[in-house]
């Protein structure tokens, strides 16, 4: 089994903004660096600065740099074919399923892997698909099982409409498989020691009884979560038990003006509980605060959220957890053993064009697609009071969920697990796609081969029997072959030893028809001779006889 990363940058232009995506590409490549049993890490590059981003998280894992490899991925045809599976670290193709059918043999697999799949974009990276030559060894890895029968719901709908457009069945064919994101336990371990617990809660101003609900992620109603259903359990949890509540809101608000929007509707709605902001890159907490936590609360409410790392990380924090069944994050909770999941609920399916429709007709931009779409999502907050108040109450409950919770996180969410068992799918990939190759004559219809398109273009297109002679001496041919504007297609040509060597045949011939000289150099690329034999006639250098 032989891998590439097709890498591309993740990061924010401006490189202040940290976004969920970029948090887990680096976090997979840093895995991927301490626990690939590869001798060779290869990477298909397009700019410099991809290659130092790579370079740069390596370098932090003190993994030797010999072992990584750059290799342009705009020579397709050069770099490709050394490999079984080509992976990008999102869903999105990069055309490469159309660049596969530039390759001899049997080609390579492509492994994608889901992020957030609302909104336009995300629909046109699926419908890709559907639309290129997709095959049954391909995989888009979804980190749960939500993820998963999104992406098959849209596929489901686009067949619908093919089937209605073409009159035939479409189900595309590509595999996929679950294999949520990983955290680094051991790190989350030593960032949640006794001590870090007690200079946390001290910087916090807190007492030795006080409970933190803790959050982390960001600060959005329109692409995160709706706060108010928070804010109103924090406070009927705090009047419920008598206890000092904090609900305690780390991460950074998007956009800005959300800022006061929360601490607005914070004071507004919490009086007996307290309710604290940390900025994300807080000085005061290197660690974050994980430490200081006793109840990791986030009660997601938005189309955008996928996954849930949090939830994941708060298990190796070591934190009960209350949080929202929705997506992804129900997948790390059983209910009642390593957490609670308070129930959601939406209105029924076909109830929500006006809202797709918003997006396109460009009414609202994708934050207030997100925005509008989760005000119709329900969260149960009485349920979440009952959870928190009891986790409040039972302080051995508390411990016993977070001990159930680190227990599980070691087994299913350690990168030491999750590396190895994307290595297994792409051993299982290359396997069946040798089995269950199938032949494409296809290429991309925005980019088809000229000579095809544009055939009715000329007065005549060459052919096997068309002759040609050598109507240029040696002297003139060097002098137009020293001239750069006549030679800039080399690379598309045979190699000049070759041209060479065909011009020899041709002028000792004295006329041969193009069907000889295929023959005769048959060891060659045939559209490459054909190029060269009408570059050599645009030269002069052949003549038509």
């Known amino acids: 089994m032989t891998t590439a990363i097709h890498y591309t940058s993740v990061k924010s232009a401006s490189g202040r903004e940290v976004f969920g995506l970029q948090v887990a590409v680096e976090n997979w490549l840093t895995a991927y660096f301490r626990y690939g049993s590869s001798a060779q890490f290869s990477f298909l590059i397009g700019e410099a600065k991809e290659w130092e981003e790579v370079q740069e998280i390596a370098s932090r894992v003190k993994c030797d740099l010999k072992r990584l490899v750059a290799l342009d991925r705009r020579f397709v045809r050069e770099n490709f074919p050394r490999f079984s599976t080509i992976a990008r670290l999102n869903p999105d193709t990069q055309k ?111 007492g030795e009884n006080d409970i933190v609900l803790l959050w982390v992620g960001r600060l959005s109603h329109a692409i995160k979560a709706h706060p108010l259903a928070m804010f109103q359990a924090a406070e009927r949890a705090a009047e419920k038990t008598g206890a000092k509540v904090h609900l305690v809101m780390v991460g950074y608000f998007v956009p800005k003006e959300a800022e006061d929007q929360f601490k607005k509707l914070a004071q507004d709605f919490c009086s007996k509980a307290k309710v604290t902001f940390i900025a994300s890159d807080d000085a005061r907490f290197p660690d974050g605060l994980w430490a200081a936590g006793d109840i990791f609360f986030s009660l997601i409410d938005n189309m955008q959220e996928s996954f849930g790392l949090t939830p994941i990380e708060a298990m190796a924090a070591g934190l009960p957890r209350v949080i929202s069944d929705w997506d992804g994050y129900r997948d790390s909770v059983t209910h009642g053993e390593d957490g609670f999941l308070i129930p959601t609920t939406q209105p029924p399916p076909g109830n929500g064009r006006e809202l797709s429709e918003l997006l396109l007709s460009g009414r609202e931009m994708y934050g207030g697609y997100l925005a509008k779409s989760a005000l119709s999502v329900a969260v149960d907050q009485e349920r979440a009071v009952e959870a928190i108040a009891l986790l409040i109450k039972d302080k051995n409950k508390r411990k016993v969920i977070a001990e159930k919770a680190r227990a599980r996180v070691r087994t299913t969410y350690d990168w030491k697990q999750i590396i190895p068992a994307y290595e297994k799918l792409w051993q299982e990939m290359e396997t069946k796609r040798r089995a269950t190759k199938t032949a494409w004559a296809s290429a991309l219809p925005q980019a088809p081969d000229p000579f095809t398109m544009y055939a009715s273009y000329p007065t005549a297109p060459l052919s096997e029997t068309s ?64 190029r060269t034999v009408a570059w050599l006639l645009k030269l002069s250098v052949f003549r038509i006889t």
């Open 96 to 206: 490469l399923l159309w660049q596969r059918q530039m390759l001899p043999n049997t080609g390579f697999n492509f492994c994608g892997l889901a992020h957030a799949i609302s909104g336009i974009e995300a629909g046109e990276v699926l419908e890709q698909y559907c639309l290129a030559p997709s095959e049954a060894s391909d995989a888009i890895i979804c980190p749960s099982h939500a993820v998963q029968s999104a992406v098959r719901s849209f596929w489901d709908l686009y067949g619908d409409y093919l089937q209605q457009r073409f009159g035939t069945k479409f189900i595309c064919p590509v595999q996929l498989p679950i294999i949520p994101l990983g955290i680094d336990v051991e790190h989350f371990e030593t960032m949640t020691t006794a001590p870090k617990r007690t200079e946390q809660r001290q910087k916090l101003g807190l």
């Open 467 to 530: 002759k040609l002679s050598v109507v240029a001496s040696p002297d003139v041919i060097k002098k137009i072959w020293s001239h750069d504007i006549n030679v800039l297609g080399l690379d598309m040509m045979i190699t000049p030893d070759d041209a060479t060597k065909l011009i020899s045949y041709v002028s000792t011939q004295g006329s041969v028809s193009i069907g000889d000289i295929l023959r005769q150099f048959a060891s060659s690329n045939p559209p490459q001779i054909w």
